[in-house]
């Protein structure tokens, strides 16, 4: 065995939620190593969230995570090259890799919107995702296509 297997991160759960996941997010939505602004920034947004929801009866941390389940890829193309070309050969991707994706397709999509807040931007794109429209599901069809697309090279796998 020459690779040795990375240990995984033990997220620690966070003070409002008391979920680890979340902790996870903040850490990926975190900067220049200013958590106590992306902790403001997250918390804002499930504010922003709660007070826009209509008519639900599911909380905003259910809504987050309804929204990052949907923003989830479950495949993923990587370029290999063969003979005198690239390929682009899908390959299914780990439950901590889908997760890993999605919270960085969120935040990364949330970050391009026009609002004028991060926490507002933040909010209506986790809206966004859980009514499965906005910028980071067309992302993850985006990703689904391609590998649909190139599905006759998923023989070459590495």
């Not at 040795?4 to 900067?31: A, G, T």
């Not at 960085?104 to 991060?118: D, G, H, P, V, Y």
Request: glycine share 4%.
């Amino acid at each position: 065995m020459r690779k040795i297997k990375k240990k995984r991160k033990i997220y620690f759960p966070d003070p409002k939620f008391n979920d680890p996941l979340v902790s996870r997010f903040i850490n990926h939505l975190m900067k220049n190593g200013k958590k106590n602004l992306a902790y403001k920034i997250f918390y804002d947004a499930m504010k922003k969230i709660e007070k826009i929801k209509e008519k639900e009866e599911k909380s905003a941390l259910e809504i987050w995570k309804n929204g990052l389940k949907n923003v989830m890829p479950h495949v993923e193309v990587k370029s290999r090259r063969m003979g005198g070309s690239n390929i682009q050969i899908p390959i299914p991707i780990s439950s901590n890799s889908k997760i890993t994706k999605a919270m960085k397709l969120l935040i990364s999509c949330a970050s391009i919107r026009s609002e004028k807040k991060m926490s507002s931007k933040l909010a209506f794109e986790i809206l966004d995702a859980h009514k499965e429209q906005g910028e980071a599901v067309k992302r993850k069809e985006n990703i689904h296509k391609m590998a649909e697309a190139n599905k006759a090279f998923s023989h070459f796998r590495f």
